[in-house]
């Protein structure tokens, strides 16, 4: 029972403690709210309007998402106005200057983020208040800023983005509550400003506007916080652009491995999936917007276009180097002037000691057919010219006449085939020289593809554009 009563004695004694609080304070604020609402707009003359300074301070750049296009970001609003209400003699109070007071006992004024993507529209995280004895008050919420932001994807992977954050009074006109920059500041500040990953903060300006709107007859006033990034582009060079060119690269090989290899098509479809995977994958990566073409869905789909023309050069390369002249015949005049002659010599081949760029020769030249020999006249003149020699009889005649006949067949037979075996190897030179060509076409194609996405990068563009001026001007 005593126990008890000590121990509700001893809460009493800590309640009591912890009520007394500083009476200086409790006078102060007493003497400070005695008579006075938080409604109460703090000027002295309903007529004159209330100066407030802003200050923005961006902690760090928590997200930007392309496809909703929206940014979220995290910092504090630094608010300063003049309380004529709030003023008192610090040496009536024993030299106390500033005191703290919550946010909902005095008059704040309604400002909001215009541009809110939030669901609560209200980023703030309302706190107390500083009111020094001349005053003046600081109001300094942190919050959560959660703002539509108009994201231009057209260089993606190296695009800018300005962001902007739109802050004003929402019932107060400028008449009323004049909103200002903070002088001495610019109204920004980024020296706790915590590095992102992926965007980098280039810069952030503040700029004022009175703006009319449709609603309303008078003017209303906001104070537009513009934020400039960059995008970190590092980590899709590494993972995108590179492995894309390096893919493109492997369609060249196509054109240098001979078509009697036998897997010259096998290695053309190789890199086309490839190229198909690959770019299924990195579509994860990349903002799923419709308002504008990426710069490296630009590339990627250049890419895709000629590596599926190589494909189709591959196959009409092979359909010339297997070409069976038995069954399509030989090449054309006009065909072997263009493929044996002219795009040989522009292409830069070797030409042979012959003066061709076959080293065969063409067999109707060097072939003798024993079509116009005739057995019978040949032999009755070595008949009348030989003296003393035993005369022919006609078993002899009939039998070198049937080994004309197997001889002509020879001759015929042979002659035969080495026209096709010519006409083969014309057709096999010819895919050759459509290798060389489809070669030099596709690395030009490369190369120009791959410049000119290069160049069509902001950064890059700029620099050598600057650096092509500062060059021409001395």
């Keep these: 029972m005593i126990s008890s009563y000590l121990f509700i004695s001893y809460l009493l004694n800590g309640l009591l403690i912890n009520v007394s609080g500083d009476p200086i304070e409790h006078e102060l604020l007493e003497d400070l709210f005695y008579n006075y ?19 923005l301070s961006i902690q760090q750049i928590i997200d930007i998402d392309e496809k909703n296009q929206i940014m ?58 500083t009111v020094d004895h001349q005053g003046g008050n600081l109001y300094v919420p942190p919050g959560i800023f959660e703002s539509t932001c108009k994201i231009d994807v057209s260089n993606f992977p190296f695009d800018q983005q ?30 706790e400003y915590m590095e992102n990953g992926e965007w980098m903060l280039l810069d952030v300006s503040a700029t004022r506007h009175e703006v009319q709107y449709k609603c309303c007859p008078n003017t209303f006033i906001d104070i537009t916080f513009y934020m400039t990034l960059e995008r970190r582009s590092m980590f899709y060079v590494v993972n995108l652009v590179i492995p894309c060119i390096l893919n493109s690269l492997l369609t060249l090989l196509t054109f240098i491995l001979p078509a009697q290899a036998g897997e010259k098509i096998t290695l053309s479809i190789t890199v086309l999936l490839a190229q198909i995977v690959f770019m299924l994958l990195v579509m994860e990566s990349m903002p ?43 090449m054309s005049p006009k065909m072997r002037k263009i493929f044996l ?15 061709e760029y076959l080293c065969v020769k063409d067999p109707t030249k060097r072939l003798k057919c024993l079509c116009n020999f005739d057995v019978t006249q040949d032999l009755f003149d070595d008949e009348k010219s030989a003296t003393g020699s035993q005369s022919t009889t006609y078993r002899d005649i009939k039998m070198l006449q049937s080994l004309h006949r197997h001889l002509r067949y020879v001759a015929h037979k042979l002659s035969g085939d080495d026209k096709w075996e010519y006409s083969r190897l014309e057709w096999q030179f010819a895919a050759s020289v459509l290798d060389r060509l489809a ?20 950064s890059i563009n700029k620099s050598f554009y600057f650096h092509g001026h500062s060059n021409l001007n001395p």
């Design 37 to 55: 609402t938080p409604l109460e707009r703090p000027v002295a003359n309903h007529k004159d309007s209330l100066r407030v300074n802003l200050k």
């Design 72 to 129: 979220k970001a995290n910092g504090w609003m630094d608010m300063k106005w003049n309380n004529y209400r709030m003023t008192w003699n610090p040496e009536l109070y024993d030299n106390l200057t500033k005191i703290r007071i919550p946010y909902d006992r005095i008059w704040v004024p309604d400002l909001l983020l215009y541009n809110s993507a939030s669901e609560e529209f209200d980023p703030f995280i309302h706190t107390h208040i």
């Design 162 to 191: 300005i962001c902007k954050l739109k802050f004003g009074i929402w019932t107060y006109t400028g008449e009323m509550v004049d909103l200002q920059v903070e002088p001495s500041s610019g109204g920004t500040d980024i020296t």
């Design 288 to 330: 799923s917007t419709s308002d504008a073409i990426p710069l490296i869905s630009k590339y990627f789909s250049f890419s895709l276009f000629y590596v599926c023309a190589s494909v189709g050069a591959t196959v009409y390369v092979l359909s010339f180097h297997y070409c069976v002249p038995e069954l399509f015949g030989p």
């Design 341 to 355: 002659h002219l795009m040989p010599k522009l292409l830069h081949f070797k030409k042979y000691p012959n003066g």
């Design 439 to 458: 070669l030099w076409f596709f690395t030009i194609l490369v190369f120009v593809a791959t410049l000119s996405t290069l160049f069509a990068i902001p």
